[in-house]
């Protein structure tokens, strides 16, 4: 299961790589987010940096979604799906994989927003290590549940509206948590300690990676 | 040609007209019971009363249909149990489950409205309860899509899945979320009375009368899952059938041979439907 | 009391709509169902 989960994300990173969609069109996607938000709010930074940990999570989500569209499209023309069903890898590891791939390029994207958080609203940053870890924990359960999503819905006319519909409430609870470890992290009033929110980003991401794992497989079998 | 589904029993018509007589009857005790007979509460006074509806329709909502629902899905994925049945059963049990769901939202904004005094709160169960309900739509979105049964029942049973994974971890991390807020006294307010008596009877009466009405409603909208279903199967075979006996004698001797376009399946119908074959008796 | 009453009215008036359209419908459907069932018999 593990050598094909690394074969899987290998093929779907490199043709990243190649192709430079999620670099070219999904981080320029990210950056706009945070200037609209700016639009939104501001132009006085005191209501951005007290959102920031919010929009910061909400532009992952929304990013995130098109980050999944896009992996689910990998395989879309010319019978790819069944290409890879029948080449005999293991469902587990091809779920793994293609969401290691996502989780790869999420955290890219969440590299570029935190810096335009910071950089753009004014936000001081406390203790970076706790963001490193919720952003690890959080986009590992955020690519699980985005994986499996996106290969139920792979293939469909309406897929790019089905998605965000199925995933984005799904995503909520790390939305919630992230939020709150980002609030405790920079440090703003009244905002609690982060670590009960930490633990529920860990118990997400152990929850929807067994789910993939355990489900990917019968949702593929051919009709 | 798909044979039809088999009539109701007599038995079974009989016991579905009286749970839908009963449940009505329930309802409407409940109703009169809540309305005139039991007394205004100490604090709540006369809002009070919602709570013999609300409670009720929310336990329907999320313990209940979507429950059944999401344990119908599981049956119908684990291969040793799999069966159409269930897959029937999860979307009639999601679908009057997201009236449920919907309905709870309602009433418990009324309820706030009459007890806070605003529309709505961000309190954990009504926001937990609207993510239900996004889950729940999602649900019947994915149902929607055309494709073969096979294929939508799959579907639809790993959203169910997913979707019941997600809510206890969402109703914690709503709940951890408004109870950690400094402040806000709207956002919890007392929306559990102390019953006691005549208030007891009826809150549970409530529960059954609810109870019984889901499971009414199921029933019925699981025969037409399996009615529908049929059509489905039937529909554009029986059309093109129609067609051709109106070209006369020797149409009709064409319409009687199984000819390729009726074996092709039109994209909704089932993979595999068999060709029209000879009309009976003609 | 008027917003109790509205309420309950909501949540009957919802669930009975919803009672009365999946009634007619299954009766609709059984119709059919009658007569294709009647045309396949002997």
Same mark, same amino acid.
């Given at each position: 299961? &593990?050598?094909?989960?690394?074969?899987?994300?290998?093929?779907?990173?490199?043709?990243?790589?190649?192709?430079?969609?999620?670099?070219?069109?999904? *981080?320029? %996607?990210?950056?706009?987010?945070?200037?609209?938000?700016?639009?939104?709010?501001?132009?006085?930074?005191?209501?951005?940096?007290?959102?920031?940990?919010?929009?910061? &999570? %909400?532009?992952?989500?929304?990013?995130?979604?098109?980050?999944?569209?896009?992996?689910?499209?990998?395989?879309?023309?010319?019978?790819?799906?069944?290409?890879?069903?029948?080449?005999?890898?293991?469902?587990?590891?091809?779920?793994?994989?293609?969401?290691?791939?996502?989780?790869?390029?999420?955290?890219?994207?969440?590299?570029?927003?935190?810096?335009?958080?910071?950089?753009?609203?004014?936000?001081?940053?406390?203790?970076?290590?706790?963001?490193?870890?919720?952003? *690890?924990?959080?986009?590992?359960?955020?690519?699980?549940?985005?994986?499996?999503?996106?290969?139920?819905?792979?293939?469909?006319?309406?897929?790019?509206?089905?998605?965000?519909?199925?995933?984005?409430?799904?995503?909520?609870? %790390?939305?919630?948590?992230?939020?709150?470890?980002?609030?405790?992290?920079?440090?703003?009033?009244?905002?609690?300690?982060?670590?009960?929110?930490?633990?529920?980003?860990?118990?997400?991401?152990?929850?929807?990676?067994?789910?993939?794992?355990?489900?990917?497989?019968?949702?593929?079998?051919?009709? | 040609?798909?044979?039809?589904?088999?009539?109701?029993?007599?038995?079974?018509?009989?016991?579905?007209?009286?749970?839908?007589?009963?449940?009505?009857?329930?309802?409407?005790?409940?109703?009169?019971?809540?309305?005139?007979?039991?007394?205004?509460?100490?604090?709540?006074?006369?809002?009070?009363?919602?709570?013999?509806?609300?409670?009720?329709?929310?336990?329907?909502? +999320?313990?209940?249909?979507?429950?059944?629902?999401?344990?119908?899905?599981?049956?119908?994925?684990?291969?040793?149990?799999?069966?159409?049945?269930?897959?029937?059963?999860?979307?009639?049990?999601? #679908?009057?489950?997201?009236?449920?769901?919907?309905?709870?939202?309602?009433?418990?904004?009324?309820?706030?409205?009459?007890?806070?005094?605003?529309?709505?709160?961000?309190?954990?169960?009504?926001?937990?309860?609207?993510?239900?309900?996004?889950?729940?739509?999602?649900?019947?979105?994915?149902?929607?899509?055309?494709?073969?049964?096979?294929?939508?029942?799959?579907?639809?049973?790993?959203?169910?899945?997913?979707?019941?994974?997600?809510?206890?971890?969402?109703?914690?991390?709503?709940?951890?979320?408004?109870?950690?807020?400094?402040?806000?006294?709207?956002?919890?307010?007392?929306?559990?009375?102390?019953?006691?008596?005549?208030?007891?009877?009826?809150?549970? +009466?409530?529960?059954?009368?609810?109870?019984?009405?889901?499971?009414?409603?199921?029933?019925?909208?699981?025969?037409?899952?399996?009615?529908?279903?049929?059509?489905?199967?039937?529909?554009?075979?029986?059309?093109?059938? #129609?067609?051709?006996?109106?070209?006369?004698?020797?149409? #009709?001797?064409?319409?009687?041979?199984?000819?390729?376009?009726?074996?092709?399946?039109?994209?909704?119908?089932?993979?595999?439907?068999?060709?029209?074959?000879?009309?009976?008796?003609? | 009391?008027?917003?109790?009453?509205?309420?309950?009215?909501?949540?009957?008036?919802?669930?009975?709509?919803?009672?009365?359209?999946?009634?007619?419908?299954?009766?609709?459907?059984?119709?059919?169902?009658?007569?294709?069932?009647?045309?396949?018999?002997?």
């Amino acid at each position: 299961m &593990w050598r094909d989960g690394v074969l899987v994300a290998g093929k779907d990173l490199r043709i990243e790589l190649r192709s430079r969609v999620v670099l070219h069109q999904v *981080v320029p %996607v990210a950056v706009l987010m945070l200037v609209l938000f700016a639009f939104a709010l501001g132009p006085a930074t005191a209501p951005m940096v007290a959102a920031a940990p919010g929009l910061f &999570w %909400v532009a992952v989500l929304f990013t995130g979604v098109l980050a999944v569209q896009r992996s689910a499209a990998l395989e879309g023309g010319d019978g790819g799906r069944d290409g890879l069903r029948l080449s005999g890898l293991d469902p587990a590891g091809v779920f793994l994989g293609k969401a290691a791939a996502v989780a790869v390029q999420l955290l890219v994207l969440e590299a570029v927003l935190s810096a335009g958080v910071v950089l753009f609203y004014g936000a001081h940053v406390r203790s970076p290590g706790a963001l490193v870890v919720a952003s *690890v924990t959080g986009t590992a359960g955020l690519a699980a549940a985005g994986t499996l999503y996106g290969a139920l819905a792979a293939g469909l006319r309406v897929r790019e509206t089905l998605l965000p519909l199925l995933f984005l409430p799904v995503a909520a609870p %790390v939305l919630v948590a992230g939020t709150k470890v980002w609030q405790s992290a920079l440090g703003a009033a009244g905002a609690g300690s982060g670590d009960p929110w930490l633990r529920l980003l860990v118990v997400f991401a152990v929850v929807y990676l067994a789910v993939g794992v355990v489900i990917f497989g019968p949702l593929q079998e051919a009709p | 040609m798909a044979s039809p589904p088999p009539a109701w029993s007599r038995r079974r018509a009989v016991i579905v007209h009286v749970l839908g007589a009963a449940s009505v009857l329930a309802v409407a005790i409940t109703v009169w019971l809540g309305l005139w007979v039991t007394p205004p509460d100490q604090h709540l006074r006369d809002e009070v009363r919602l709570v013999y509806v609300h409670p009720p329709i929310a336990w329907v909502a +999320l313990y209940l249909a979507f429950g059944l629902g999401a344990l119908s899905s599981v049956l119908w994925l684990w291969t040793r149990t799999r069966s159409a049945a269930w897959d029937r059963l999860a979307a009639a049990s999601m #679908e009057v489950g997201t009236v449920f769901t919907a309905l709870t939202l309602v009433t418990g904004s009324i309820w706030g409205r009459a007890t806070w005094g605003v529309w709505w709160a961000w309190d954990a169960r009504l926001t937990s309860t609207a993510l239900l309900l996004v889950l729940q739509l999602g649900y019947l979105a994915v149902r929607r899509v055309p494709s073969d049964r096979d294929a939508r029942a799959r579907r639809s049973a790993v959203v169910a899945l997913v979707a019941a994974v997600d809510v206890p971890i969402v109703h914690f991390s709503v709940d951890w979320w408004t109870t950690l807020h400094q402040g806000g006294t709207v956002t919890n307010p007392n929306l559990s009375p102390t019953i006691h008596g005549s208030m007891a009877w009826t809150l549970l +009466l409530g529960f059954v009368a609810f109870t019984l009405l889901f499971a009414w409603l199921l029933v019925v909208r699981y025969r037409l899952v399996t009615l529908a279903e049929w059509r489905e199967d039937t529909e554009l075979a029986e059309a093109l059938h #129609e067609r051709w006996a109106e070209g006369g004698p020797v149409a #009709e001797r064409r319409a009687a041979v199984p000819t390729a376009t009726t074996a092709t399946a039109a994209p909704g119908a089932l993979a595999g439907a068999r060709p029209a074959g000879p009309p009976a008796g003609s | 009391m008027g917003y109790v009453d509205a309420g309950y009215a909501v949540a009957l008036s919802v669930l009975a709509g919803y009672g009365v359209v999946l009634w007619r419908r299954r009766r609709r459907l059984e119709a059919i169902r009658a007569k294709l069932a009647a045309r396949r018999s002997p």
